[in-house]
């Protein structure tokens, strides 16, 4: 086998978690146990995610060796990357190996793949042999038999998720003196400044700023062009009088929520926010508030991630909204509270809770592909658990009209092997921030109960 700078062994899980994994090393070679493919061929059956990365990668695999004329597999192959990856073209390639010597038909496939790395490496004493796995057991097994492990991590949108961007900044008191040169306006009820922004000033499309004081103000950046930026005064929802479906914000964070959900010009809002900050319920209550009074979408989709916390609990009956009913407690929970008029007694709940059903659905992530919905409300609740193949996947069945609301707690990642940098929400709030028709909020305070808010902190 060719010497090269590195050879980076892949792990099942890699490429099942990032099929063009294979052309993401640049100039190294890349190897593949032979247990790696039996394990690909297992997982290539099914509709799933995994199952539908497994086939992609026995594709990228067969198209490297039809491009070889089916000689110089001892060699090793270049990975060429094909037409259609948005991929860095014109830059050196390695070269991909398959194992050709089998030494262990027995035994657990995850020591099958370390013998076939120790051998590897045994083979080439003077490349550094690096086995790439998203396994941290099988990373410490590397570690104990000497081998250099790594996670793949290319898929992070970020190095540290505290540098995630968290879409509200509060400025100095000073603020107005910082900016003597304002212009402002007002227009159809909403008041407008247009003022020279700072260098050390970095803000983002409908980033919101707080400015403390006595005259405390809240302002949302509405356009940036070049260093002028143009601000709007945001709606106080924490008055009754500005309440949305009878909800009120009860800090300065879910106000900026709710202006960013009730605004038609943001067509996508991400929230990110610990149990009890009020996600679900802020977006349940924006989505009705605009489907029920101001009908400017014809329906509220809810759907989310069908990841167990426990056991699971087996197939479930009933149609496809039967079947996620137990998985949308959160939402039917805070539908319940939404839905309960004061006034009425029980003959006027039902009537609302019948109406309010004519007008929320329930849908599956696993039915998602081919569909467009047309002037919809569409929340994903547990976004956390999503890929960013799964959320870019969500993401483009928007049609037009569609607002998409995007809910999670990166503290309660269930998928396995996907962490703070590279889940699908992180993914999709990094790549938004620059866009002029989306909004992210972070949601700090817990709103539930103090009882809750204790044990968050306690416990």
Known sequence: MTVAKRIYALDTNVLLHDPTSLYRFEEHDVFIPMTVLEELDEKKKGSSEVSR??????????????????????????????????????MAVGRLHFQQRITATNG?????????????????????????TKDINLR??????????????????????????????????DFWDRH??????????????????????????????????????????????GDRATLVLLDDHSHANHAVWGIAARNREQNFALNLLMDPDVDFVTLLGTAGTGKTLLALAAGLAQVMDQ?????????????????????????????????????????EVLANPEEGGSWGRQATNDLLASRVKIRSLNFMRGRTFLS????????????????????????????????????????????ETTS?????VDRFKQWAHSGHITLRRGERSRLADFA????
Not at 295 to 307: F, H, L
């Open 53 to 90: 990365n497994g086939r992609q990668v026995s594709r990228f695999l067969n198209e490297l060796i039809e491009q070889g004329n089916g000689h110089g597999i001892a060699d090793g192959i270049p990975l060429q990357s094909p037409g259609g990856l948005n991929l860095k073209r014109g």
């Open 108 to 132: 657990k496939a995850d020591n099958q793949i370390l013998a076939s790395v120790i051998d590897l490496r045994d083979e080439n004493p003077d490349a550094l042999v690096i086995l790439v």
């Open 140 to 173: 410490i097994k590397a570690t104990i038999f000497g081998i250099h492990a790594e996670d793949y991590e290319n898929d992070r949108a970020l190095d540290d998720f505290a540098l995630l961007f968290t879409g509200s900044e509060e400025t100095g008191e």
């Open 180 to 225: 003597p040169e304002v212009r402002s306006w007002t227009e159809r009820g909403r008041t407008y400044y247009e003022l020279t922004k700072r260098e050390d000033e970095d803000w983002y499309p409908n980033e919101c700023l707080y400015l403390p004081g006595e005259n405390s103000v809240e302002l949302r950046v509405l356009t940036l062009d």
């Open 295 to 335: 009908q400017r979408y014809r329906e509220i989709i809810m759907t989310r991630a069908t990841v167990s916390v426990g056991e699971d609990i087996g197939f479930l009956p009933g149609t496809e909204e039967e079947k996620m009913t137990p998985w949308m407690g959160a939402l039917t929970d805070n539908l």
């Open 376 to 419: 919809r409300y569409l929340i994903i609740d547990e976004a956390q658990n999503l890929t960013p193949k799964q959320m870019k996947t969500l993401i483009t069945r928007a049609g037009p009209g569609t607002k998409i609301v995007c809910l999670g707690n990166v503290e309660q990642i269930d998928t396995p092997y996907l962490t």
């Open 424 to 428: 699908g929400l992180t993914y999709a």
């Open 456 to 459: 968050s902190e306690a416990l």
